[in-house]
């Protein structure tokens, strides 16, 4: 396998590892809600590279990697001096799928290279010898779904396939691992057979390259049904994708931390390799908005890391850099989650996981 020719990558990312092994690391928190407290009008999105854009572009967070980077450097920045170990870059839909609802598939991978880079700047200025910063390259799922038909009429129906959806995962990935990304978190994950073609287009990347990033996972419980919106539970996303060897397996988004407990504790329980937990700020109000606050949030994050369920720990909708620099203090000195050895047997997965009896 070739070396990482990115200067400081693999150092980075064997100090990742170890630092792993040390203590929990606290992840940043979320990038809509520090983008939305800017209240940025339409003209506000455009910036002058794209004030003549021929559709509207407000609500495309990910554009302000071109077009107001001061803002997405800011919200890093925040979520360092906050404490936060790993910082995602703000790229969650920065596929082709996903901007071609603005018309910019063409400004995808630019985005995820700038994304990478905008990140790699700010976590190398928060950096010390004995303390370094991490860059997660982020993947969301995109807005379209491999497994369910978007059509109730017509349940056959796809409005993606796997091969377009592994092309778009593949061209993100490529960005972000050359704007300087330590490991690539495909996060948010409602689709299992998403997830695979993100999986399948980064390890194809790897291969191409010559050497590879961890690679981190991250799945979604939609509601308290305790599945996917695909239908898995826990345990079957986690036979579903294990093969991956992934650094990092976990649950964020669509739960607040009371109601998430339960399915990070079953990941937790059958994932050989460290174990990621960022909630929203509970469910979304009657506005929207979020009321989980820090010291209500830390609660339940402080319970969940002395109960050995976390390596990493963050958050997801609705929280803010006061949200992250509460769970950092929360989590500071308690023993990191050790991963339990799984013996062997055939473990299968459907909607439910199935183990074969020895």
Not at 64 to 78: C, E, Y
Not at 93 to 110: C, F, H, K, P, R
Not at 288 to 312: C, F, K, Q, V
Request: aromatic content about 8%; proline content about 6%.
């Amino acid at each position: 396998m070739a070396v990482d020719p990115a200067p400081g990558r693999p150092a980075r990312i064997a100090a990742l590892k170890s630092a792993l092994r040390e203590r929990i690391l606290v992840l940043d928190g979320a990038a809509g809600t520090f983008i939305q407290s800017y209240d940025l009008d339409e003209a506000g999105y455009r910036g002058a590279r794209f004030a003549n854009w021929k559709s509207d572009v407000r609500g495309n967070n990910d554009l302000l990697i071109l077009s107001r980077p001061d803002i997405v450097a800011q919200m890093h920045r925040a979520y360092l001096s906050a404490g936060a170990d790993i910082i995602e870059t703000n790229t969650f839909s920065s596929t082709t799928i996903a901007q071609s609802d603005y018309g910019m598939e063409a400004l995808a991978y630019e985005m995820n290279v700038e994304g990478a880079r905008i990140a790699r700047e700010a976590a190398d200025a928060f950096s010390a010898p004995n303390r370094p910063k991490w860059v997660a390259g982020a993947i969301g799922p995109t807005n379209r779904t491999c497994s369910i038909s978007p059509n109730v009429n017509d349940p056959g129906a796809r409005n993606v396939d796997f091969d377009g959806l592994v092309a778009a995962y593949g061209e993100a990935a490529r960005g972000l691992v050359e704007g300087g990304a330590d490991a690539i978190l495909i996060e948010t994950i409602f689709d299992t057979l998403n997830a695979k073609a993100a999986i399948y287009a980064v390890q194809g990347l790897f291969d191409e390259i010559g050497f590879d990033l961890p690679i981190m996972l991250s799945v979604t419980i939609t509601d308290q049904s305790g599945r996917t919106l695909s239908g898995q539970t826990p345990e079957a996303f986690w036979n579903s994708v294990r093969h991956v060897k992934p650094l990092s397996v976990g649950v964020n988004c669509a739960l607040g931390p009371d109601l998430m407990r339960p399915y990070v504790a079953e990941l937790a329980r059958v994932a050989d390799c460290c174990l990621s937990a960022y909630p929203n700020a509970g469910l979304p109000n009657a506005f929207g908005g979020y009321d989980e606050t820090p010291a209500s949030m830390t609660t339940h994050l402080r319970e969940w890391a002395t109960a050995g369920l976390l390596n990493i720990v963050g958050g997801c909708c609705g929280t803010t850099p006061d949200h992250i620099a509460a769970f950092a203090r929360a989590v500071k000195g308690v023993t990191p989650r050790v991963a339990p050895t799984v013996p062997p047997a055939m473990r299968l997965s459907g909607l439910e996981a199935f183990t074969l009896a020895h």
